[in-house]
């Protein structure tokens, strides 16, 4: 049986906006470090566009400016992906699908596949297949910033009960930044 971890940048009053926070070359290498034991990321459609085509054109080119951002970009470039999308008619990215149908069912299915490890990526979409009890595995980066607004976590969505987490292990990151891994 597959494994779904979700992964997430945020401030220490819980702001989970990209452009609130800074990554910087140790939380890219920690991003990175998560990715090559990956065999999909399984995005919406606004996160799929925030990283497609910005990680792979940095991937051929290598022009992310520091050695950890042309690192995550080549391992982000080689991961299969999946975008759920109603929207999307279609993807340049090889590695790429649409998926039209009901995520949770369609991550469900892909979890039946023994050993493959899932990595879900963004908010709304993450925060629906959370409120449904989908994710084996959580990693928090949180930034020593407090910012006082922007999107949190579960903005859109409400939990049937309280989600009892395991803490896996800790890392203190030079610049303050703390790296949780939790497990249900």
């Known amino acids: 049986m597959g494994s779904v971890i979700f992964s997430i940048n945020m401030t220490l009053d819980g702001c989970v906006d990209h452009t609130k926070s800074n990554s910087d070359e140790e939380v890219h290498d ?7 034991g990956v065999d999909l990321v399984f995005y919406g459609r606004k996160t799929y566009e925030l990283m497609v085509p910005f990680w792979p054109d940095i991937a051929k080119n290598h022009s992310g400016g520091t050695k950890s951002m042309n690192d995550f970009a080549t391992t982000f470039d080689a991961i299969d992906k999946i975008v759920v999308s109603r929207s999307l008619t279609h993807v340049d990215d090889p590695r790429t699908r649409i998926v039209r149908a009901n ?29 449904q009890d989908l994710v084996d595995e959580y990693y928090f980066v949180i930034q020593p910033i407090i910012v006082g607004e922007g999107r949190r976590l579960l903005d859109i969505t409400h939990l049937q009960q309280r989600l009892q987490l395991k803490l896996v292990a800790s890392k203190v990151l030079s610049s303050g930044t703390v790296a949780l891994h939790f497990t249900k």
């Open 30 to 36: 920690y991003f990175t470090n998560l990715l090559k």
């Open 103 to 131: 995520p949770a069912e369609e991550l469900q299915k892909l979890k039946q596949e023994p050993g493959k490890k899932i990595a879900l990526g963004g908010v709304d979409l993450a925060s629906q297949l959370i409120a």
